[in-house]
Nanobody
Framework: QVQLVESGGGLVQPGGSLRLSCAAS????????MNWYRQAPGKQRELVAA???????TYTDSVKGRFTVSRDNGKNTVYLQMNSLNPEDTAVYYC?????????????????WGQGTQVTVSS
């Protein structure tokens, strides 16, 4: 079993910052791509930022220059530093990762989701 555990959400004023973390634990052999998605009320879930194992990153246009995704491969953890937050960033943020799972000598690549963490930007 593999779990993605997120932390760092909360309430912040416009212009403020938050840092989200997501750690993969359990039967993890290694972690490939790690992604952050978000879903605002009444909207579809969207990909916010992605990072591969080599550290290459991509961002959706609305967060470029404000958000930074990074990872620590030794800790199987991905981070999302969010600066200059505005009310449009309010959403539940989800961690997503492609995990190489090793069980009884058998390995496989499985996609996992975290439980989500609420980010609210409001004065």
């Amino acid at each position: 079993q593999v779990q993605l555990v997120e932390s760092g959400g909360g309430l912040v004023q416009p212009g403020g910052s938050l840092r989200l973390s997501c750690a993969a634990s359990g039967s993890v052999f290694s972690v490939s791509d790690m992604n952050w998605y978000r879903q605002a009320p009444g909207k579809q879930r969207e990909l916010v930022a992605a990072i591969n194992r080599g550290g290459e990153t991509t961002y959706t246009d609305s967060v470029k220059g404000r958000f930074t995704v990074s990872r620590d491969n030794g800790k199987n953890t991905v981070y999302l530093q969010m600066n200059s937050l505005n009310p449009e960033d309010t959403a539940v943020y989800y961690c997503n990762a492609d995990v190489v799972v090793s069980t009884r000598g058998i390995t496989g690549l499985i996609n996992y989701w975290g439980q989500g963490t609420q980010v609210t930007v409001s004065s």
